[in-house]
């Protein structure tokens, strides 16, 4: 699986932003996939996860009830809706796929498959 996420850009303070990671594949509908975020100097941190169908969702306490992950198996696409975004969530987005749900969530963080990254800043 091959990804490739799009989107980021910069925004003021309290605006939005949509991500976008196109995959690769035709096992794409088979794969959990999340969203990660990486600031200068400081660790990658879990953002959200889907599941395969998309019916299980899970977010950061940073990310919930701002950022929503949805994706569509007929375009292999998943998305990251991201409103009222602070200057802290100026990062670097990933994009990560995995078989299993569990290993994307923050206990694990870990993926298969990564995106290349794509730069989102937020001026306050």
């Known amino acids: 699986v091959q990804l490739q996420a799009s989107g980021g850009g910069l925004v003021q303070a309290g605006g939005s932003l949509r991500l976008s990671c196109a995959a690769s594949?035709?096992?794409?509908?088979?794969?959990?996939m999340g969203w990660f975020r990486q600031a200068p100097g400081k660790e990658r941190e879990f953002v959200a996860v889907?599941?395969?169908?998309?019916?299980?969702?899970y977010y950061a306490d940073s990310a919930k009830g701002r950022f929503a992950i949805s994706r569509d198996n007929a375009k292999n696409t998943v998305f990251l809706q991201m409103n009222s975004l602070k200057p802290e969530d100026t990062a670097i987005y990933y994009c990560?796929?995995?078989?299993?749900?569990?290993?994307?969530?923050?206990?694990?963080?870990?993926?298969?498959?990564w995106g290349q990254g794509t730069q989102v800043t937020v001026s306050s």
């Open positions: 889907i599941n395969w169908s998309g019916s299980m969702t």
């Open positions: 594949g035709r096992t794409f509908s088979s794969y959990a």
């Open positions: 990560a796929a995995d078989p299993t749900y569990s290993d994307l969530l923050p206990r694990r963080g870990s993926a298969d498959y």
